[in-house]
């Protein structure tokens, strides 16, 4: 969980400060994931279980056509439904992974740089975070607080003009 709060007409997202008076522009925007990955995976996948599927049916059709020819076209029938099945549960993995990467991200604007701070599945959270910091840059006296359960997707890259100062690779 992370906090986000103003206080004392700051910004506080975590351990980050942002002064109010610096931000030019606060929004929400979807994360758009990368999904060659996803893709890659699920094709590997049907194409194993219709190699090891297609394996398994020649064993079959060879086995069962030494003993009798009529046994072996329901066993190689078999085989192909086995195959077919296992490819539609890879498919539905894949929707199920694909539907899982939705995230939304709190964009801020400032006058030196746009930064990501916040991500969140829910929708609403980042919104309601845009009105109530927009809120709180037209009122000074404006204060408020609250828990946000924030996610982050991919690499953490600190970077200050065109020197890398170090990347933190998360799993």
Do not use: C
């Not at 709060?5 to 931000?23: F, H, K, M």
């Not at 329901?74 to 539905?92: C, K, S, T």
Request: net charge positive; aromatic share 8%.
């Amino acid at each position: 969980m992370l906090t986000v709060e103003v206080r004392q007409r700051t910004l506080w997202i975590g351990g980050d400060a942002y002064p109010l008076s610096n931000i030019s522009r606060v929004q929400t925007s979807r994360w758009k994931p990368r999904v060659g990955a996803l893709i890659w995976a699920f094709v590997k996948a049907a194409i194993g279980w219709s190699v090891l599927g297609l394996a398994a049916a020649v064993i079959a059709a060879v086995a069962t056509s030494r003993e009798s020819g009529s046994a072996a076209m329901p066993l190689v029938g078999l085989v192909a439904v086995i195959v077919l099945a296992l490819i539609a549960f890879e498919a539905f993995r894949f929707v199920r992974r694909l539907s899982a990467l939705r995230f939304f991200e709190l964009v801020i604007e400032t006058a030196g740089s746009t930064r990501t701070p916040l991500m969140s599945k829910d929708e609403g959270v980042v919104v309601r975070l845009v009105t109530l910091i927009v809120t709180a840059i037209d009122n000074p006296q404006a204060e408020f607080q609250m828990q946000v359960e924030n996610f982050h997707v991919g690499d953490n890259i600190t970077q200050h003009g065109n020197h890398n100062t170090g990347k933190r690779v998360h799993p």
